[in-house]
């Protein structure tokens, strides 16, 4: 089983990467797809007159402020269309994928944070009307079942609390999540970048190879939105993936690629 991370962001190529994933459909290499949105929520967003907003909490990571207006634009493309357009492109190859979010058939469980301490202009405030949470408990026996009938599944955030409600997560951790709850051999996330870079931007600097115990040095070269893959890369390896490759998802074959040692792999 590989769980194939795909990334949000300006520059990705979807059509490239369902000619890759079509390819390994066929042949019968078991898939399970997870994918953002960031790019096209924030255009959306500000289209629809409710701008995003980013957070940093105390411990240094940036998300997305949650409020209940962004969780119904998040909705409208993460599940619309960005999972509906990934769907019909793997449809056109003959795929027969299926799109759920994490809401759907309780996927993905988590605690919703019920207080997140941010940073702001230097000082600490308490946010509480924000709806994001950690994917905990992925339902296995679902996904194993579609599996079983033959279907390719292709996820997205948000999760779902224990309370019932929709709860922005992380993509990255999410994958991360399901490829430990499947025991994935490996976890692919594809980006609009060659892989973890010692001088972002600079694609020159590309880290070829980072030994699974040394990960925690790795944290410091993530700026950013970096640092919530390096995480996820982390949370995947101590629960007992083989590899986590940070791949370009630009490129034609990205996916074969990355399997074949491009990018930047983590691992023994
Ligand atoms: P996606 O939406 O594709 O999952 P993100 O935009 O969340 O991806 O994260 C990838 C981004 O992280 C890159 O486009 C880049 O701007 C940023 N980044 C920060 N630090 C690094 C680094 N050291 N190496 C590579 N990318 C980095």
Same mark, same amino acid.
């Given at each position: ?11 990705? @190529? ?7 994933l079509a390819d390994l459909v066929k042949a019968k290499q078991p898939l399970i797809v997870v994918h953002g949105g960031s790019a ?19 411990? %240094? ?7 209940? !207006?962004? =969780? ?10 960005? @999972?509906? %357009?990934?769907?019909?492109? /793997? ?11 994490? =809401? ?7 605690? !919703? ?13 308490? /946010? ?17 079942? /579609? /599996?079983?009938?033959?279907?390719? &599944?292709?996820?997205?955030? &948000? ?13 990255? !951790? ?12 490996? =976890? ?7 892989? =973890?870079? #010692?001088?972002? &931007?600079?694609? $020159? ?7 699974? $115990? ?8 993530? #700026? ?25 998802? !630009?490129?034609a074959q990205p996916i074969q690629r990355a399997l074949a040692g491009e990018g930047t792999v983590i691992g023994t």
């Open positions: 089983m590989i769980i194939v991370k795909i990334g949000g962001s300006e520059g990705i @190529n979807y059509d490239l990467i369902a000619d890759d096209l929520t924030n255009k959306v967003a500000e289209q629809l007159g409710h701008p995003p907003q980013f957070v940093t909490s105390v411990s %240094g990571y940036s998300s997305r402020r949650t409020d209940r !207006r962004t =969780l119904e634009i998040f909705e409208m493309v993460y599940c619309g269309q960005m @999972n509906k %357009g990934l769907v019909e492109r /793997l449809q056109r190859r003959g795929v027969n994928a299926i799109g759920l979010s994490g =809401l759907d058939g309780r996927l993905w469980q988590g605690t !919703r944070k019920d207080a997140i301490k941010i940073v702001e202009n230097g000082k600490r405030r308490v /946010l509480r009307d924000d709806y994001t949470g950690k994917v905990e408990q992925v339902n296995r026996s679902l996904l194993l079942g /579609l /599996l079983e009938m033959g279907l390719l &599944p292709i996820l997205t955030p &948000p999760a779902v609390s224990y309370e019932g409600e929709a709860i922005n997560v992380d993509g990255d !951790r999410a994958a991360a999540a399901t490829a430990a709850a499947l025991q994935a051999e490996a =976890l692919i996330i594809l980006s609009n970048v060659p892989g =973890l870079l #010692e001088k972002f &931007p600079d694609e $020159a600097t590309l880290i070829r190879h980072i030994p699974a $115990a040394k990960i925690d040095q790795f944290m410091s070269v993530a #700026e950013d939105r970096m640092k919530k893959k390096v995480m996820g890369a982390q949370e995947a390896l101590a629960q007992g993936i083989g590899r986590v490759v940070f791949a370009d998802g !630009r490129v």
